[in-house]
């Protein structure tokens, strides 16, 4: 099933392991939705498999929004109470100032035009603007909120950036070894990095985009020759495949 071309609207059968269980124990991902107890296709892409997880590879840099996922987005403007936001959409989204760890009516954001929010996407809905929200269910950020500390961000195809969102995908670990950074994945395809020098963010970038073309078994042997490549000891000529 793993490898078949779907369309928006196509039914996606049970991946293997969940057949003859009573209750479908899929996690659904990129370009999947569940709606009337079916499991649909809402854009076309590659469906991919991995154990009980089903996801769609999305070519493309048009980001759907899905409530509930963490999005890297940039405030494009400010009104009394809320922020305008660039999340890579059709629509721009919009925040509350009240969405925010320990903002009130009288202690609000300081974020301005610019400004980098990781937030979750809480309304998505086609005929509504999307919102977001900067905390959880008990008002605290745990992680989201405002990147104003430097670093760099940019965008990336979607299966890019879905695939770095799995734990099992080596890249970021590979890096880690001879890179310290830090690192924020939008599933809408933008991503944040910050490290000591420009050049290792400039060479975590160029690594993050050529790994869309990378087999994962390659992964380690082009993580070690683009880091040689960046610390002047190889010639940086392609690998064999």
């Not at 420009?198 to 869309?212: P, Q, Y």
């Not at 073309?213 to 190889?234: E, H, L």
Request: hydrophobic share 40%.
């Amino acid at each position: 099933m793993s490898g078949r071309i779907l369309l928006p609207g196509d039914l996606i059968p049970e991946c293997t392991v969940a057949e003859g269980a009573q209750k479908d124990p899929r996690v659904v991902g990129c370009g999947i939705i569940r709606k009337d107890n079916f499991v649909t296709a809402n854009r076309p892409g590659l469906l991919r498999e991995d154990g009980n997880k089903q996801w769609l590879r999305v070519s493309s840099r048009k980001y759907w929004p899905q409530t509930g996922d963490h999005v890297l987005g940039i405030i494009t403007a400010k009104s009394t109470d809320s922020y305008k936001v660039d999340i890579a959409s059709a629509e721009p989204a919009n925040i509350s100032m009240l969405n925010f760890e320990g903002a009130t009516k009288r202690n609000k954001p300081t974020l301005k035009e610019g400004d980098l929010i990781y937030a979750r996407v809480i309304v998505a809905n086609k005929h509504l603007e999307p919102e977001l929200t900067c905390v959880d269910e008990e008002n605290r950020a745990r992680g989201l909120g405002g990147l104003t500390e430097g670093g760099y961000n940019f965008l990336v195809p979607l299966d890019v950036a879905h695939r770095l969102l799995f734990p099992q995908y080596p890249l970021i670990n590979l890096i880690g070894r001879d890179i310290k950074f830090e690192i924020t994945v939008g599933v809408n395809g933008r991503i944040w990095v910050n490290a000591p020098t420009s050049k290792e963010i400039l060479a975590i970038r160029k690594m993050i985009l050529d790994s869309e073309n990378i087999d994962v078994k390659d992964i380690k042997d082009f993580v070690d020759r683009s880091i040689a490549v960046m610390k002047g000891v190889s010639t940086g000529e392609p690998m064999e495949h």
